[in-house]
């Protein structure tokens, strides 16, 4: 800033900045207050000094006609800086009945009293955070009130447009059979799959997530997150889609985690059946603790240590060793007991082949990263599943969506396109 200009603020605020000048924090917190007022001021002048959308006398209308300009209607706009006033060309078709206002498409103003700058500092704080605590922060950040209902609708909208164009995505793909280019080349590449849920009006739902990892050139782990509450064929397409930016056809080698549920082996089958397909180390260990507690009890060290053979058995690829084990142990229970030995020992022969773990370590795999699970619960429980969360469909798909562009890196690409005025 011209210094000129940091002389005349000095100047002018001075004594109220020698008040404080001994405190450090009062005194940050007083040029904040300054600035909010200088830029407020500025951008209502900048605002003033605008066309604000005045195109001529008449625009183009959609039905043949012209719309005429009538005059320069107000708008209350909320800001990082407060409230200001937007005087706005507005035009009429006296053919069909329609109406316009430029400004409001062309600025990203919408249809809404937030600006895209405060809207986007919402949205960005709501990802992470209900709405109401989004709105005391706001407050905190800014000293701008904003109810936590605004919040609700401004994400919403804004989720719905990134909601939107992941959709638009898929079915431009259906259309022109274009696979996306990729943007990274991983010499190993992970794609996890795995199934939670959120607590809707109408009860629980399933939603499917996934998350894509490789190693980058510096040795740090890099990430990116589909999930949906679509049907399994729909979320393989995204999942196969996000893979393929990620450097799915350019790999050396790709391997595939999940817990072995049919929906996950099924999408496997269709789209990545050249991976090598890891059972998730995580989920098998709660297999085999489930079945443990149900055998010998919650807690008992004899659990534990039923549960600690078979693991160290599985950890060396002994599928085979375990399951003669587990086909002796059934002759010991009866009841709901048998059933779930019954239960673990066919989740072991179905996915024997995905279980070599000691194949799988030789060769330097991950497989008991928890990667799936850790989708599940960063994707989704983090904001969906909060203390006494209930959602609409509306609400949770389009927070999701939210959460998704933020993760993935995508935040101010969706901004550019102006989400607001969609």
């Given amino acids: 800033m011209d210094t000129q200009i940091i002389d005349q603020l000095q100047v002018f605020f001075g004594e109220e900045f020698r008040l404080v000048q001994h405190d450090l924090g009062k005194m940050e917190q007083l040029v904040q207050q300054k600035m909010q007022l200088l830029g407020q001021g500025l951008l209502q002048r900048l605002v003033d000094s605008e066309t604000n959308g005045y195109q001529g006398s008449s625009i183009p209308c959609g039905c043949g006609g012209s719309m005429e300009f009538v005059q320069h209607r107000s708008r209350d706009v909320h800001t990082l800086f407060g409230w200001i006033k937007v005087e706005r060309a507005y035009y009429y078709c006296p053919d069909c009945g329609n109406s316009a206002v430029p400004y409001d498409t062309a600025s990203g103003l919408g249809s809404g009293q937030l600006s895209p700058g405060l809207a986007k500092a919402c949205c960005v704080l709501a990802v992470d955070d209900s709405f109401r605590q989004t709105s005391q922060k706001i407050e905190n950040l800014f000293g701008e009130k904003v109810s936590d209902n605004t919040v609700e609708r401004v994400v919403q909208q804004v989720g719905s447009v990134a909601l939107g164009q992941q959709k638009e995505q898929l079915e431009e793909f259906f259309e022109h059979k274009e696979i996306p280019p990729a943007v990274v080349s991983p010499d190993r590449l992970y794609i996890a799959a795995d199934g939670t849920t959120a607590h809707e009006v109408d009860g629980w739902h399933e939603v499917k997530t996934g998350s894509i990892y490789w190693q980058d050139k510096d040795f740090r782990i890099d990430k990116r997150y589909v999930a949906c509450f679509d049907n399994s064929q ?29 929906w996950v082996r ?28 149900l055998l010998l009890g919650e807690g008992t060290k004899a659990t534990a240590r039923w549960a600690a053979k078979v693991l160290a058995e599985l950890w060396e690829g002994w599928t085979r060793k375990v399951l003669d084990y587990l086909t002796r142990q059934r002759k010991r229970y009866r009841g709901s007991k048998r059933e779930a030995i019954d239960d673990l020992y066919h989740y072991i022969s179905v996915n024997e082949e995905q279980m070599r773990y000691d194949v799988f370590r030789s060769k330097g795999y991950q497989i ?55």
Avoid at 244 to 262: I, N, P, Q, S, T
Avoid at 391 to 409: D, F, I, M, P
Wanted: glycine share 12%; proline share 1%.
């Fill in 234 to 262: 729909a979320f393989g397409w995204q999942l196969w889609l996000e893979a393929c930016r990620c450097g799915l056809r350019e790999a050396k080698e790709v391997v595939y985690l999940g817990d072995g549920a049919g």
């Fill in 368 to 422: 008991g990263s928890g990667a799936a699970e850790g989708a599940c619960k960063s994707v989704v429980g983090k904001r969906l599943k909060q203390s006494g969360m209930i959602w609409t469909r509306l609400g949770s798909s389009s927070v999701l969506a939210l959460r998704l562009v933020w993760l993935n890196g995508r935040w101010e690409q969706l901004w550019t396109a102006k989400p607001l005025a969609a």
């Fill in 266 to 293: 099924s999408q496997y089958e269709e789209h990545f059946s050249k991976a090598t397909f890891i059972i998730d180390w995580y989920h098998l260990e709660e297999h085999v603790w489930n079945c443990g507690k």
